[in-house]
């Protein structure tokens, strides 16, 4: 007797219930309805302002106003990025501006006093950065001070320190050429154009991957059509802002030519990619969103909480130092102003509009970027306008309470559909 074998071919199985184009739209409007609005607040305040100061002011929307919409609001936003980790666990950083200041300051006196070369003076600023951070989430975490009070003594020690550093509050040039470069020199066209293409491609390459990864494990996974659409977006969004960054801004490009994306966009790209990566596909990103959201079920899942407390503090103070470098570059000096008067303010601000929740547990990076966007166009439009102070000022504080309206509201709305 015979026993015949039937072979079976099997092929993957595509996954049950995936999403079309049209229940990804229901879905995200559900989402929106239930409270959970993201960055579009942001995204639609930038249109409308954009859309406000171009009626008014025609240069507005020239490409020389466009690179100095970069300029200004970088070291804002650098530091924003950093405050984001530390909002995400409903904590706060007051200290961040003049802890950037004491970081320039540091950098400043090493290059020009000390006679240090820029490479180590530029360590040491970003090392006294994360010492910063250090003793700050020190004294949140394992004594036991509210971060309030420790960071807003450290907004008053720090300017004693910095006028120490600087010996009273002169001004102390910054003349390394690499440090300067950061905020007054343009990247050559094709380098612009060479990053740009770049960035698309690893973007579309990691997002295909993953679509086809999960496709092929039966994974419920966003619609192919969708994924095209983001990676479509995001080449003509970084091809539009390279193609006017190219165009000459020059007044007279026969005695000298300014075209070329600035330096300090590649590098808040860079920190971008990679505060993106550190929050949401390592365990510890997920550990800060953990943390964030409910401590006590953190702790019992076995997360470092205190570990994870200090840790945000050394990322923001970190990323304060990079923005005071940032500064230092943009006005080849440093002075007892560096760090203070509104930078702390702008750039908490920065990631409450873009969208990071003041309540913890819920923010990305990309926020600080989004609502340093905003800043810097209101800052930018009102001084085209030659607005006073007083209304630069009232302006942006209206802005910044109605994204913490927005914000709570959302909350409320998510908690009463059970979103929460």
């Not at 002011?57 to 490409?63: I, K, Q, S, V």
């Not at 990076?365 to 800052?379: M, P």
């Amino acid at each position: 007797m015979t026993t015949r074998t039937k072979t079976v071919h099997t092929e993957p199985v595509a996954a049950v219930g995936q999403p079309t184009l049209g229940g990804h739209v229901q879905s995200y409007l559900a989402r929106l309805r239930g409270g959970d609005m993201g960055a579009l607040p942001a995204i639609l305040g930038l249109v409308v302002l954009c859309a406000f100061f171009s009626v008014l002011r025609p240069n507005f929307l020239t490409a020389g106003n466009f690179a100095n919409l970069f300029t200004q609001g970088a070291a804002v936003v650098l530091i924003a990025m950093g405050l984001v980790f530390v909002l995400l666990l409903g904590e706060i950083d007051l200290s961040a501006g003049f802890a950037s200041g004491v970081c320039a300051a540091v950098l400043a006196n090493l290059l020009t006093i000390q006679g240090y070369p820029w490479y180590v003076a530029t360590l040491a600023a970003l090392g006294t950065g994360a010492l910063i951070g250090l003793a700050l989430g020190f004294l949140v975490t394992k004594v036991g001070i509210p971060s309030f009070v420790v960071t807003l003594a450290g907004f008053l020690a720090f300017q004693g320190v910095m006028l120490m550093l600087i010996k009273g509050g002169t001004s102390v040039p910054v003349q390394a050429e690499p440090i300067v470069a950061i905020e007054n020199n343009n990247l050559p066209p094709l380098a612009g154009w060479l990053l740009a293409a770049a960035a698309v491609t690893g973007y579309a390459a990691s997002q295909l991957l993953r679509y086809r990864n999960r496709s092929v494990r039966g994974l419920v996974t966003d619609p192919l059509s969708v994924v095209l659409v983001r990676i479509g977006t995001l080449a003509g969004g970084v091809g539009g802002t390279v193609y006017v960054l190219n165009l000459e801004r020059s007044l007279n490009s026969l005695i000298s030519s300014n075209r070329g994306m600035p330096v300090v966009v590649p590098l808040i790209a860079m920190l971008l990619v990679a505060l993106t990566f550190v929050l949401s596909r390592t365990a510890y990103g997920r550990h800060v969103y953990a943390v964030g959201g409910n401590r006590e079920a953190a702790r019992r899942a076995g997360i470092s909480i205190d570990r994870i407390r200090i840790s945000v503090f050394v990322v923001c103070s970190s990323m304060a130092a990079v923005g005071g470098v940032v500064a230092a570059s943009r006005f080849s000096s440093v002075d007892a102003n560096t760090g203070g008067s509104d930078v702390l303010l702008y750039a908490v601000g920065a990631a409450v509009i873009g969208g990071t929740s003041l309540f913890g547990g819920k923010g990305r990076v990309v926020d600080a970027v989004l609502g340093g966007a905003v800043v810097a166009v209101i800052d930018n439009g009102m001084g085209l306008m030659n607005a006073s102070s007083g209304v630069k000022y009232l302006f942006t504080g209206l802005v910044l309470l109605l994204a913490a309206g927005v914000d709570a509201l959302s909350r409320r709305r998510a908690v009463a559909t059970g979103n929460r």
